[in-house]
């Protein structure tokens, strides 16, 4: 990761752990793609040429995941499900 509008953190993810995080502050992952979850849809989702706002990301481990505007301390505190 050469350059970002904000910091960035890393996130080594182990097997069996999951990380949810909006696409926004997602920078660069190795390992598997994320899935995708949207809990419903609006009209204006659909007709914008926009993502939808409640959309997150989930990683599942084992992977690196590299997140821009947030603290690496944070994330070393968590274990398991996260959701950022």
């Given at each position: 990761?050469?350059?970002?509008e904000g910091?960035?953190?890393?996130?080594?993810?182990?097997?069996?752990?999951?990380?949810?995080?909006?696409?926004?502050?997602?920078?660069?992952?190795?390992?598997?793609?994320?899935?995708?979850?949207?809990?419903?849809?609006?009209i204006l989702d659909i007709l914008l040429p926009r993502g939808p706002r409640e959309l997150m990301f989930s990683f599942h481990g084992p992977c690196m995941v590299w997140l821009e505007g947030t603290d690496v301390r944070q994330h070393q505190q968590l274990s398991g499900r996260r959701a950022i």
């Open positions: 990761v050469m350059s970002t910091r960035t953190a890393r996130v080594l993810l182990s097997d069996g752990d999951t990380l949810s995080v909006r696409p926004d502050a997602v920078v660069a992952w190795t390992g598997p793609n994320p899935s995708g979850f949207c809990p419903k849809l609006g």
